[in-house]
């Protein structure tokens, strides 16, 4: 079963409209697939979406209904409104974003008249809300998630559509990069003007995630928490925990807490047995915000080992608990984590460094409590309120003024937008006759 996180009541919602300070915005169009789940691209738009309503700004948010979610395809919940559109796991991604594309446009196309500016997160969606943005004649804003070589700017040269997305993201009245190396690619690979490109970075619930009362029994915990995906590079995690264990028998209660679910699970399980770590590791597989934010106030470290990232969030999430981080040295993570000051850096890929950082923070108290002292204090750079803020003064910027005065209904569709309409049924129908065999095949298997 998929988790999914909750929003603000509607109660809490309503208060902070009441005491807004009359902000221009009468609401924000979101598109991000995958709004309910426990990414950390999504996790960041739903903290954005709750920042916005903190100031009184509604938001319509359009996202995928991932199947085994038992959710509602529209649900009111408070200043946040969230229209789900169905996926099946067994159509084709390109036919399902395709049938994603024509629901937002007819979504939206309806609400117009109260939109100000389409919000979007990821290349592919960006470029999407930029087609659909000219079509309705709304300001769009794109957040970019990662750099890298499993990157927005990477993954645009993969794709088969790669001159349709690059030319949606140039269109894009601002692209947010969330770090120095993503707004360089961003420049440098996708050709966005340097002029729209605007560097904010992401944010933290510090109400949420605050550090635990100190405590001497604390056990020589190690966290990750993360997709178990080839991007992060638990196999060398799993493989330098062997050597802390093999090397320091007298650590008490070391352990390695793996919290998250992917692709690989079973081959690191399997790595784990060969290592002879499974004793001490965990898999917990995919667990929900309130058992994060308990993992973190028992670890005494977190360990990121990535070989790409944007801006971790669950980097961001261990700073703000008062936890050291001992992560690879990438540009994203560099800005949030210095080494020697709120964690430890080690180059991608290098067990044995990755293992002497680990013990050393588990081996010298000073140093540990030096780390995490200055790590509680660095979050407040990242502060989710902060960043909302950040957010609000660009939206207010590039949104257009809507009239406050109520206006008549919108059709779901217009004229104008039939190119669109035109291009996006093209993209379900390239691919919906692999999706449609993909059904057959799977109910002939259980039929049978």
């Known amino acids: 079963m998929a988790k999914r996180r909750g929003l603000p009541t509607a109660e809490r919602d309503s208060q902070a409209l009441h005491q807004s300070r009359g902000v221009t915005l009468r609401s924000v169009a979101f598109l991000v697939p995958g709004f309910d789940l426990d990414g950390g691209m999504e996790g960041q738009a739903r903290s954005l979406a709750r920042g916005l309503a903190e100031e009184g700004v509604p938001s319509t948010v359009v996202t995928t209904l991932a199947p085994g979610l038992d959710l509602p395809l529209h649900e009111p919940l ?9 996926t099946s796991a067994h159509l084709d991604w390109h036919t399902a974003i395709g049938v994603f594309e024509l629901a937002a446009l007819g979504i939206l196309r309806s609400r117009v008249q109260r939109l100000n500016l389409i919000y979007a997160v990821h290349h ?8 659909i943005g000219q079509s309705l004649e709304l300001p769009v804003v794109v957040k970019l998630a990662c750099s890298g070589s499993h990157g927005d700017a990477a993954a645009v040269f993969a794709h088969r559509d790669r001159a349709r997305i690059q030319a949606g993201l140039q269109d894009a009245e601002r692209v947010i990069a969330i770090s120095e190396d993503l707004a360089r690619e961003a420049r440098d690979l996708l050709g966005i003007d340097p002029t729209r490109i605007v560097r904010l970075p992401n944010g933290v619930d510090r109400h949420t995630f605050r550090p635990r009362p100190w405590r001497e029994d604390l056990p020589a915990r190690v966290l990750f928490v993360g997709r178990l995906s080839p991007q992060k590079r638990v196999d060398v995690l799993l493989e330098a925990f062997a050597r802390v264990a093999s090397e320091n028998p007298d650590l008490k209660g070391l352990e390695l807490i793996l919290a998250g679910d992917g692709p690989l699970r ?7 047995q060969t290592l002879g770590i499974s004793e001490r590791t965990t898999f917990l597989g995919g667990v929900d915000r309130e058992t994060v934010v308990e993992l973190l106030r028992d670890a005494k470290l977190v360990a990121l080992p990535s070989e790409s990232e944007g801006a971790s969030n669950s980097v961001l999430e261990a ?16 800005e949030q984590v210095r080494h020697e000051q709120e964690g430890l850096l080690v180059p991608v890929g290098d067990v044995a460094a990755l293992s002497e950082a680990i013990a050393r923070l588990l081996k010298d108290d000073e140093l540990y409590m030096r ?11 990242f502060d989710i309120e902060r960043v909302a803020a950040a957010h609000l003064k660009l939206f207010e910027a590039v949104a257009v003024l809507r009239d406050e005065r109520p206006q008549d209904a919108t059709p779901l569709f217009s004229q104008k937008d039939l190119p669109l309409a035109l291009q996006a049924g093209s993209t379900v129908l390239r691919t919906a006759g692999r999706g449609a065999r993909s059904v057959l095949r799977t109910l ?3 039929l049978l």
């Open 78 to 86: 408070g200043l946040v409104e969230v229209f789900r559109v169905p």
């Open 124 to 131: 592919e969606t960006g470029a999407m809300a930029a087609r």
């Open 266 to 272: 079973g081959e690191l399980e399997a790595k784990a």
């Open 319 to 334: 700073l703000a608990t008062g936890v050291p981080v001992v992560a690879t040295d990438l540009p994203g993570t560099r």
């Open 371 to 381: 780390l995490a002292a200055a790590a509680e204090e660095r979050s407040a750079e």
């Open 444 to 446: 002939r298997s259980r």
